[in-house]
């Protein structure tokens, strides 16, 4: 079993920061990367960032230049940076770990960017 705990989520203003975090545990052996999606209402969940193993990383358009996601190997730990939000950047965000052929979802925090 994997488990993952999200935290940071939290109000901002349009143009302010948030940083998200996500600390993984349990059988965390043989990961093909990290991911940060998003789910406004109504919409589908969507990617926004992702790591692989390899610390190659990869980010939606809508969010490129803004935020930016890293892993510290160390503590299982993977870190979403959200500069410059907007409120369309409003929405739940969930950490999801790869690993072989699954994908192991966090609870989701929630990240609200007022106008």
């Known amino acids: 079993q994997v488990q993952l705990v999200e935290s940071g989520g939290g109000l901002v203003q349009a143009g302010g920061s948030l940083r998200l975090s996500c600390a993984a545990s349990?059988?965390?052996?043989?990961?093909?990367?990290m991911g940060w999606y998003r789910q406004a209402p109504g919409k589908q969940r969507e990617l926004v960032a992702q790591?692989?193993?390899?610390?190659?990383?990869n980010y939606a358009d809508s969010v490129k230049d803004r935020f930016t996601i890293s892993g510290d190997n160390a503590k299982n730990t993977v870190y979403l940076q959200m500069n410059s939000l907007k409120p369309e950047d409003t929405a739940a965000y969930y950490c999801?770990?790869?690993?072989?052929?699954?994908?192991?979802w966090g609870q989701g925090t929630q990240v609200t960017v007022s106008s």
């Open positions: 999801a770990l790869h690993r072989l052929a699954f994908i192991y």
């Open positions: 790591i692989t193993s390899g610390g190659t990383t």
């Open positions: 349990g059988s965390i052996f043989s990961i093909n990367g």
